[in-house]
Structure formats: C-alpha cells, structure tokens
C-alpha cells in the first residue's frame, strides 16, 4: 500500500474517535452539570474541565473567552475554527475517506459520508432544543457504527491495519487525557476520595469511557480512585484501557513487521510501552505518582505516532 | 441538411438497417410503461453510481452526471472491422510520425510536412530530440473521434494522442445497460468491451523499459482529486488492480522512478499518466507545478521509466497538424488511408485562404492551437457582424487557421421528452499500442441532445449511450480486438 494512502487510513480513524473523545467529554459535562442542583458542586467547573481534557482551553481562552455551557458546547462540538471540535474531526475523517474512496469498501466510505451529511443539518439551537446528549449520543453511535462497518467489510490487509492502529493510538491518547485531567484538576483533595462529590464524579469519568458498569461488574464495591485508575490503564479486558490498546497496537506492528520483514523502531517503542502495562502494578504505579505515569504515557503515543510515521508513512 | 440516420439509413431508406434489425425487434414489443420504468431505473442506477464518482470533484453531483441514453448505438461487424483497420493504420502513421519528428524528420525533408509548421509549434517538445522511448511508440492509448455522414462514410473528426479520457462511461454504460435490459443481450450478441482494464494493463507491460527485470511495475498517475477525470482514474486503476499515485507518491533516486509505500520504496517501471506534459517534472517543464515529479524526465530520458504516452505526442494531435495526418500514411506506410479525414482547408495555402473566404457562411473555422470550442468560427450559424469580425482575424494571421465544410452528423434514436427521436452522435474508441495494437470493440458514443445540435460535449447538453458492435460468425476477432 502506497504510504500516503496508509496515513490517510491512519489520520480517518483517529479523526472519528477523536471525535467521539469530544462527544463523550461533552456528555460527561453535561451530566455533571445537570447533578450541581443536588447540592453536589465541585470546586472545579465542569464545562472548565472538558477543556482542559480536551487540551482547548489556551484556544478558547484566545477565541472565546468566558466559560459558558453554551459556548464550550459550540467550541468542542461545532466551531470550525478549532481543529479538535467534533465537527472538524469528522470533516477531516471525510476527507481522508474520499481521497482513499478506492482503498475502502462502499460501505466504510457511505457510513463516513453519511454521518458528515447528517451533521450538517446540526446546529447547537438544534442540538440544545433537543436536548444535547442525543447529539453526544448520536456521535457515538455514528463512531460505533462507522468502526463496526469497516469491521465487517473490510479486508484484513494494510489499510484495515492502518486504520486499526489510527483507532487504537488515539483511544489510548484520550483515555490517558481523560484520567490524568480529572484525577488531577476535577478531584478536590485525595483526602475527599469517597465522598458524595467523589462518587459522582468518579461515576461521570466511568460513564465517560462506557466503563461505569464494567467498573460494577469487576468490583462490585464502591468507586474507588485507584480501581478506577487500574481498569483504565491495566485492565487488558476493558476495551479502552491504555493496556487493552497496546495489545492491539502492539500486534498490528508485529504483524507489519513480519509482512514486510523489516526491523522497525516503532515496533519496539510499542513493545516496551505494552511490557509496562502488562506487567505492570497500580500500587506501584501509584507510589510514581499517577500523573507522571500518565503524562509519560501521553508523552510516549506522540513517539510512537511519530515513529510510526517514520517507518511507514514518510520512507526515505 | 438533412443526416443519415443509423436506424432507418433516412433520408436515403426508411426502414430498418440490418444492424438495428434485432434491436428494433425488441423495442416494438416492449410495453412502452417498461421503458419508462427502465428509464426511472437508469437515472437511480446512473445517481448512485454517479454518486460514488461525484465525490471526488469539488464540482459535486453534477459534474459527473452526464446525462446517459438507454438506446444503443449499434455497429455491424463488418462495419467495426472496417473501422477497426482505418484507425489502427492511422495511429500507427501517428506513432511514426512522433518518432519521425524527434530522430530524423525525414518527413520534414521530403516537404510532406512544412517543417516550420513542426518545429515552431508549441506542442513540439524539444527535450524530446533524440530520446529513445521503449518500442518506439509514444501514444500508447488514442482516442479517434469519428463521425459519420452516410452509409459508407466515415471521418476522422480529431485525434487525441496525449491523455484521451471517456473510456470509463463506455464500461460503465455497458454495465448499466445489462443491468437494465438482460434479456435484450441474450437477444442480440454484443461484442463485450469488459475487458478492456487487462487489454490496457498488458499494454502498459508490454511498453515497460527495455531493461525491465521480470513482471513490470505499472502506476496510474492522477493530477489529484480535484482533476475533472479523478473518477476515472480511480476507476481504472481499480480495476487494473495498480496503485493510483499522486506526483508526491513519487521520488526519483539516481534516475529510477520509485513509489513510497509502506513496506519501503518500491520501484515503477510503467506510469500511465493522466497529467499534462507541462506539470510532469518542475526540473523540466513549469518549474512552479506542484504536481509533478521533481527528476521524472531524467529517469524517463535514462531509459529507466516508461511514460505512457510520451511526452511530445501533442504534436501529433494538434489542429494545425490534422490536415497531413492522410499525407502521414502514405508517407510511413505507403497505404491510401482507409479512414478519411474531414475535407480541411489550410489558410496558410493562398487558394485555401480564397476560397474560405469566399464561404465563411458556410463553413467552420478553427483555430489551429486553440481547444475547446475558443477562436471556432461557425458559419451557417453566426451572424454578418460576427463573420465579418472573423474575416479580420483571418487576415490578419491566416496560418492560425484551418477550415471545415460543416457535416451533418448521423443521427441516432434517442428518448427525448415523451418519445425517441433522432439525435446527432459521434464516436471515440481506444486504440491500445504495444507489442500488438488492440481495440476493445466499442467505445465512447456521445450523442447531442437538443435538437438539431451537433454539440456532443457534455458541458453543452451532450450526453452518451453504450456502443455496441454485434458479432457475427466469424467473430473470434471483435473481442480480441488484435487481427490484421
């Protein structure tokens, strides 16, 4: 497969789970939001927060200013002068899909193309009219469906692969975000953990990653931080876990390498950032600090983004 | 003027041309709400396919759907192979002269040709003097626009010798047209044009460098997603199963062409283009393309890349050029042309330049270097003020012209409205040119839609029907498309 077209393949997934990271950290916003009434106000805003997670805050303090449900709604979800808003996210996943039209299956491209069309009709008076976790929904249904499409058409060569890792790369990305941020600006005081503000928060971040039930079904016990922080990073069997990606992860590139019969450094890099979440330990990782873990994490994708760039995508 | 029609051979006969026999058949007793029905069919049929193509353009819907015509446009096999040798005698008189006008140019010193009329015209690419291209050829694939005006008559309206494009509608009319009418094709037996993507695919390797080790690697190259023709491209190198590469795919190393794929670079040895000569290599040609292939022309000119088709073969193509393509076959192969081409009248002879002057009202004059229908003078059409405009013009350049009786066109039937009626048509089929020279039997049939016009241009109410070419018995030759 040609390399442009293998980044193009790359950059169209990460582009719609980016945009499904946006839906679902509006969502959780939203629901925070919606619990203040009950008395159960953090000391951080929640519409603050999405930002942060997000990594648009510097942006929308340049563009936009003050903070407002409204306008954080707008920014992540439809502004097209930020890059990371829903709507871009899924105008650049088009794009990359209509220039590779011939190296994905009709349906991958219509599931796309659709889901673009439709959200041209949106408009955030729409969206709030209609109260705007259906639209969260929406996204994450049109995400769903869109990976579940190509799942099922497409055959298992370089571009099913490419797009696999796009996938991958950037749910580890915004999984790494979405705890880091919130374990560190949203939460009070470690010393508040199990409180009723705490439980409520932890619940949003878990139901932010669809993982509130899974966290019941594992731990049937109260929501605990470390829990929290140990099914987000090292449970290999919850699907967003920053372990569960780089298996995946970690077998595309070795079947890449086994394909093309090439020593890659990205294959490595990834295998040395599997080793530490498969063998790793939370209580060790907690003695570390989790935000270190987690911001060498973050640090680590962009390496591996860009060293898998460089074996594959841009060869001399 | 009344035109020959290729159902019923009107004015000349009123019945049913042989060809059409089984065709007409068919049509009489089909309910006519069928027929509507299938029309509705097509134009979901055409959307949809159109819809995947239309994408591409910025342009949108619209630009892709050109309107089709369920009605075909019927060849006899004696007529295809009639047709068959002309322009195969033809584009091999147009290769010689391309090698002709790069290396000796005896052409040119025998006096056939005025050699000013080549070598300042701006399709003659000087880079190419002396550059040996692999087998000799240098149009690969042309498209010969023909018309017709009688039973026996056939023209040669124009040749395309550099990038010729249509030859996705006539497989994708052909797809649609069997979708639509199945039983009609048990009926009648249509020569098949499907396979023409392989037909190109072995061409293109049978053009590969001479020195080319084992199975050669061919590549389409596309100016881009926002090219008119993307569609096309995409459509063809799917089906030859080849990479569609864009000139950044490209990187040229010690003059061999290599792709950037995934598994590391990987060399070409093939490249159809579908990128004018200009924006090919910024080392070569315009400097500002970016587009091209910085160092393509080097490898090209080592011998280590075949393009197909060369660069220079616009000198063939060119208007001014037209009227000594008929001189070209004597010339190189000493035959008498089998296809005519329109009688021309070349204004830089003084008794040509009389005469049209004489009969601007009548006739078409062109412009030698323009294209697209700019610096066209119709006759019969336009007005005292406007002829008179021209006749300045004329005098003041007459070198930058030629002129043409108007034809009239054949007719073909075709649903207009409520009913079907006769509408003028021309036809393009490809000329494939390597070891062997192949035409796929068919070809791009356009047809004007509005009455009376004799436009077949899609950006003027043009649109296209499936050519067929019935088999007869002794057909083994139709699809193979390789005898004499």
């Known amino acids: 497969m040609l390399s442009r077209a293998a980044d193009n393949l790359y950059w169209m ?3 719609v789970e980016r945009a499904e990271a946006m839906a679902r950290i509006l969502d959780v916003a939203q629901r925070m939001s919606l619990q203040r009434n009950a008395g159960l106000a953090g000391k951080s805003d929640e519409w603050e927060a999405a930002l942060i997670i997000a990594g648009c805050d510097k942006a929308f303090a340049i563009r936009r200013g003050r903070v407002t449900r409204r306008a954080v709604i707008d920014f992540l979800a439809f502004a097209p002068d930020n890059p990371s808003s829903i709507n871009a996210c899924l105008r650049a996943a088009r794009e990359n899909a209509r220039a590779m039209r011939a190296q994905i299956t009709t349906e991958t491209w219509e599931s796309i193309n659709a889901a673009w069309l439709e959200l041209q009709g949106l408009t955030l008076a729409k969206v709030d009219a209609d109260g705007p976790q259906a639209f969260f929904d929406w996204v994450c249904e049109r995400s769903h469906l869109f990976r579940g499409v190509a799942e099922g058409t497409m055959p298992r060569g370089d571009a099913y692969n490419f797009m696999r890792l796009g996938t991958l790369l950037e749910r580890a990305d915004s999984t790494a975000r979405i705890l880091d941020v919130k374990y560190h600006i949203l939460l009070p005081s470690l010393g508040e953990v199990g409180g009723a503000i705490d439980y409520y928060q932890w619940g949003a971040l878990l139901r932010s990653v669809s993982a509130l039930r899974i966290y019941r079904q594992i731990y049937r016990d109260a929501i605990l931080p470390r829990r929290v922080a140990e099914l987000l990073v090292l449970r290999a069997d919850f699907p967003r876990s920053l372990h569960a990606c780089f298996e995946g992860i970690f077998s595309i590139l070795q079947r890449l390498r086994g394909h093309y019969r090439r020593d890659y450094p ?30 060498a994490a973050i640090d680590g ?5 860009a060293a898998i760039a460089r074996d594959f995508m841009q060869p001399a | 003027m009344t035109a020959f ?16 026999q089984a065709y007409k058949r068919w049509l009489d007793a089909v309910p ?3 027929l509507a029905r299938r029309r509705l069919e097509a134009d979901l049929l055409f959307r949809r396919l159109g819809i995947t193509f239309a994408v591409y353009g910025e342009g949108g819907d619209t630009e892709r759907l050109i309107p089709f015509d369920m009605v075909p446009r019927i060849l006899a096999a004696k007529e295809w192979r009639r047709l068959r040798r002309g322009l195969k005698q033809r584009v091999r008189a147009l290769n010689a002269f391309l090698h002709d006008v790069y290396h000796e140019q005896a052409i040119l010193k025998s006096g056939t040709i005025p050699a000013d009329l080549i070598l300042r015209n701006t399709q003659y690419t000087a880079a190419m003097r002396g550059i040996a291209v692999a087998g000799d050829i240098y149009t690969h694939i042309a498209g010969i626009d023909v018309v017709r005006t009688a039973e026996d008559q056939f023209y040669v309206l124009e040749d395309n010798c550099r990038t010729p494009s249509g030859v996705s509608y006539m497989l994708e009319n052909r797809e649609a047209m069997m979708r639509l009418f199945p039983d009609l094709f048990v009926a009648v037996r249509v020569a098949p044009v499907g396979h023409y993507p392989d037909a190109l695919l072995q061409t293109l390797r049978e053009n590969a460098p001479a020195g080319c080790p084992g199975e050669p690697t061919v590549a389409l190259l596309t100016p881009g997603v926002y090219n008119s023709a993307y569609f096309e491209h995409v459509f063809l190198a799917e089906q030859m199963g080849i990479e569609l590469v864009e000139g950044s795919d490209l990187v040229v190393k010690d003059d061999v062409v290599y792709m950037r794929m995934v598994g590391g670079l990987k060399r070409v040895d093939v490249i159809y283009r579908r990128l004018d000569d200009a924006f090919l290599d910024p080392y070569a040609f315009r400097k500002d393309s970016m587009i091209g292939v910085p160092g393509l022309f080097g490898a090209y000119k080592a011998g280590n890349v075949t393009l197909a088709n060369a660069v ?4 063939a193509d060119d208007k001014s050029i037209y009227p000594y393509v008929p001189d070209m076959i004597r010339f190189y192969l000493g035959e008498e042309p089998l296809l005519a081409n329109v009688p021309t009248y070349v204004l830089r002879r003084q008794e040509d330049l009389e005469y049209t002057l004489d009969h601007l009202d009548e006739l078409v004059v062109k412009e030698v270097h323009g294209s697209g229908g700019y610096g066209m003078l119709v006759g019969p059409k336009a007005t005292k003020e406007e002829i008179a405009a021209f006749r300045g013009r004329i005098m003041a350049d007459p070198a930058a012209y030629i002129a043409q009786p108007t034809l009239a066109l054949s007719t073909c039937p075709t649903f207009v409205g409520e009913g079907i009626a006769p509408r003028h048509v021309d036809l393009r089929p490809f000329v494939l040119c390597g070891r062997a020279m192949r035409v796929v039997p068919g070809g791009l049939t356009r047809v004007a839609l509005r009455e009376g016009s004799l436009v077949v241009n899609s950006s003027q109410g043009g649109g296209t029907k499936d050519t067929w070419v019935l088999e007869d018995d002794a057909a083994q030759d139709i699809a193979a498309g390789e005898d004499d």
């Open chain 1, 301 to 305: 994708n962009i390496e591996l983004g």
């Open chain 2, 312 to 315: 220079g073969t616009g000198v």
């Open chain 1, 13 to 15: 997934t990460r582009y």
């Open chain 1, 266 to 295: 990205s294959v490595r890099l990834a295998e040395g950032m599997l080793m530490k979440l498969r063998y790793g330990d939370i209580e060790a990782i907690f003695d570390v600090g989790l935000h270190e873990f987690l911001t």
């Open chain 2, 5 to 20: 029609d290729e159902m019923s051979a009107a004015p000349a006969g009123n019945g049913v041309r042989p060809p059409y």
């Open chain 2, 32 to 34: 006519a709400d069928l």
